[in-house]
Structures are given as C-alpha cells and as structure tokens.
C-alpha cells in the first residue's frame, strides 16, 4: 500500500494544477510548484523505504549504582546502523611486532628518541615535567596485576604521567610490556594560558618533546612507543595493521561523540580476554559525555560497567 501512496499523490496533484494551467496561469510558478512537491513526495517515499531512518528519535541514559536505563531504546535496525564502526581490521600480529611495526610505519624505522633532544628543541623543554589528572589511581596496579598485559594501548596521553606510571608497574612486575600512547600532542586552544611553562612555536606546543623528554628521563623509551596522531585516524589504522592490545585505556576528549567514537573503535583491537577502561566516569557533565558514551557502550554490547574511583572499567564480571 505504501507503494501506491507517491503515485496517488502526484495524480491528485496534477488534478490540482490543472486548473491553473487551463487558465493561463502563469506555467513558471506551477512548474516550481509541482517541482517542490515532487521533492517532498520523493523524500516521505524515501523515508518510508528506509527502517533506518528515524528523524526526531531522541537518546537519553541515566545511570544508578552501575545500571543504566535507557529512554526510547534503539531498535534493532537502528543498532545495525548507528553503531556499526566499518573498517575491517587486518588479521592479529603478535605482541612482540607490534614495536617494530610503529617504527617501521611511522618513524621510518628509527626510534624517535635517538639523539633526541635536537639542539633546537632542547632549549624549549624542562628537564622533567610531569603532570596528569588520575594517572596513578589504583586501577592500573589492579588491572594490570589481573591481565598481566603484553601490550597496553592508551588514547589520550598528555605528558605522559600514567604511561610512565603503568611502565613502571610493569616493570616492577617483570612484564616485558609495550605501551603505545595515541594522542595529537595539540592540547586546547586555552592550554596556553593554564602551562605558562609549556612553550609554544607558531600555534604548535612543545607538548609532544615534553612527553618524550618525560619519558627519556624516566628511562622508559623502550617500554613506551607513541604515535602522534588523533585517536581516529591512529585507531583506524591499528585496526587494519592488525594492532591489538590486552590492555586499553581511553582517556582522550572528554565529549559524548569524542568518547562515544574512541570507545568503539578501541574495542575492535582489544585481545580476547583484555581490559578497555576510562577515566571522568564521574563528572559534571554526567549523561552528556563520557558517562553516557560509556553507558550506551555496555548495554548495546551487554557488558557491565565496573567504577573505580574516577574510572570506569568494561567487562562481563
């Protein structure tokens, strides 16, 4: 019946102009008229053809004690298309390549701390600067005395306090394990004016220099490898080199859509039996960042959302 319904309505249309064509009426303006409801009637019929769409469908989550509940849930057709991520990701290599292959694909084969730092560079950096927020929260002796990772996997670096801190829970744990930091080293428009001692060339902040001299004097660069680009683009490429970790923290932008996409494509290259964990579960954006990304992530993927003080930690449990 719905087939039927566009052609009824342009006949009845046409039956409608006609009249003013019989009587001269200026043809012009009726062929921009039939024209518009030729286009409107083309997109109801698309709309109509098409499950997916769903205009004016609107999302919310609350969370109480680690549950969520969800306001007009998606429908199944919906799940299929909205939380669907496409790229088809490169079968697993193993963890001890997983080095060799960033050096390889990104660095040209040289380690980016060989002869660092250049004496151009040198001047613009301090000898150590560490700063992070919840970088050394329990939850990283707890997962990674639990998983016992190979290869961590961190979306959002900064100055690389928790890289370097998980580097040395490893350590101290005999783990031979690689850390790959993902993060574009760009900061925020206003990190300028809150690190007055972060030095900036031509828009460009010393950030990234920063964490390498961090991790250089922690004596950490062979533990920890980075790539500096954003979360998006660096997690799509992992995905189709075959890069995967047992251990992912997610802790890049802070935003429902920044979260909501880094969580969805991390999981993709998380090993069977890993972790992926977060940090600004609790916040006062509440439903409208991280939270609701990471809730929204569970109950579309059935798992369960673990908190551990500010982070969050997904799994089955």
């Not at 019989?22 to 009637?41: E, G, Q, S, W």
């Not at 993902?182 to 300028?192: A, K, N, Q, T, V």
Request: with cysteine; hydrophobic share 40%.
């Amino acid at each position: 019946m719905m087939t039927d319904f566009p052609a009824a309505i342009i006949a009845a249309t046409r039956k409608k102009i006609s009249p003013f064509l019989r009587r001269d009426f200026i043809k012009p303006a009726a062929y921009f008229i039939l024209l518009l409801l030729t286009y409107y009637l083309g997109y109801l019929s698309a709309v109509s053809k098409n499950p997916l769409c769903e205009p004016h469908r609107h999302y919310s989550t609350t969370t109480t004690t680690n549950t969520t509940n969800m306001i007009n849930p998606p429908s199944q057709a919906a799940a299929v298309d909205h939380y669907q991520f496409q790229t088809r990701c490169g079968d697993p290599i193993p963890s001890q390549l997983i080095r060799k292959t960033i050096l390889n694909r990104v660095f040209n084969g040289t380690s980016p701390y060989h002869d660092f730092p250049k004496p151009h560079i040198k001047p613009l950096l301090r000898q150590q600067r560490i700063k992070g927020w919840g970088s050394t929260g329990a939850v990283f002796k707890n997962l990674i005395n639990k998983v016992r990772p190979k290869t961590i996997i961190e979306l959002g670096t900064f100055l690389g306090a928790s890289a370097i801190h998980m580097a040395e829970l490893t350590r101290q744990l005999g783990l031979d394990t690689q850390i790959l930091c993902i993060d574009d080293f760009r900061g925020w428009p206003g990190l300028p004016n809150q690190f007055r001692d972060i030095k900036m060339v031509n828009g460009d902040t010393m950030l990234m220099y920063q964490f390498m001299q961090n991790v250089v004097q922690f004596n950490a660069t062979e533990a920890i490898i980075f790539m500096p680009f954003s979360t998006g683009s660096a997690l799509e490429t992992l995905c189709a080199w075959g890069v995967t970790g047992d251990l992912i923290e997610v802790d890049a932008g802070h935003d429902f859509h920044s979260a909501w996409s880094d969580i969805n494509r991390a999981y993709k290259l998380l090993r069977p039996g890993g972790v992926i964990f977060g940090h600004d579960y609790f916040t006062v954006a509440d439903n409208r960042g991280v939270r609701r990304a990471v809730n929204m992530f569970a109950r579309v993927n059935g798992l369960r959302v673990k908190a551990d003080g500010q982070h969050w930690v997904l799994g089955s449990f």
